[in-house]
């Protein structure tokens, strides 16, 4: 298996602008999370998903934020209107019922300008 | 909320073994995690420990649990600068997403 992939890799937007990040999680798997780093705050959870269907979201950080899972195989984080203190890097992970621990992808980085 | 503190950086020379400690306030945490994070990569697992467990050793690492205090460390043994990255501790309760702290970057000196 890949891993879980993520795209684009890196991302530069100007403020204002709509953002697309995407996630293939690992196939199988049945949870997937987001997470956004940043130096401040660390690793937060933005939202994550059990079969596809949202469980919590209390971590996306204003209604700029969406995400959806149409499907078990593929994920994506939308922000819009960007702004600039959305700049972080952004990691998928998914996880599959009863074995622990998550497997994550390579994360996009977001600088938004 | 949960909570998961750690100190920021350690400093270690190569060769030397490695501490890195974190606390915890969820006393329902089933699970505790060690996450390994390289430049430019995803976090990748190193190990985990269950909370009935009080010492668990893989090879040079060794994490030892303390549930009445909730601390939880990593021990590297014979610590290599390939070992350089930063070290997440995490925690969660089954069914529940993992919570992590912010990371401790190791720095290896030869």
């Known amino acids: 298996d890949a891993g879980v992939i993520q795209s684009p890799r890196h991302e530069v937007t100007e403020m204002g602008q709509e953002v697309t990040l995407r996630c293939k999680p690992i196939?199988?798997?049945?949870?997937l999370f987001w997470y956004r780093q940043t130096m401040m705050r660390g690793l937060e959870l933005l939202i994550y998903?059990?079969?596809?269907?949202?469980?919590?979201d209390s971590g996306m950080p204003e209604d700029r934020f969406s995400a959806k899972m149409p499907n078990a195989s593929f994920s994506t984080l939308k922000i819009q209107p960007s702004e600039p203190r959305d700049s972080a890097v952004y990691f998928c992970?998914?996880?599959?019922?009863?074995?622990?621990?998550?497997?994550f992808g390579s994360g996009t980085r977001l600088t938004v300008v | 909320g949960e909570d998961v503190e750690q100190s920021l950086f350690l400093s270690v020379r190569e060769g030397d073994s490695s501490v890195i400690n974190c606390t915890y306030t969820?006393?329902?945490?089933?699970?505790l995690y060690w996450y390994k994070q390289e430049p430019g990569a995803g976090l990748q697992l190193l190990t985990y420990i269950f909370s009935n467990m009080d010492m668990k050793q893989d090879q040079r690492l060794t994490v030892l649990l303390n549930k009445k205090d909730k601390h939880l460390s990593l021990r590297i043994a014979d610590t290599q600068t390939g070992d350089s990255a930063i070290y997440f501790c995490?925690?969660?309760?089954?069914?529940?997403?993992?919570?992590f702290g912010k990371g401790t970057t190791l720095s290896v000196s030869s």
């Open positions: 992970a998914s996880s599959l019922t009863g074995e622990t621990g998550y497997t």
């Open positions: 995490a925690e969660n309760q089954a069914g529940t997403a993992l919570i």
């Open positions: 998903f059990n079969n596809n269907v949202p469980i919590d």
């Open positions: 196939s199988g798997h049945n949870s």
């Open positions: 969820d006393s329902s945490s089933t699970y």
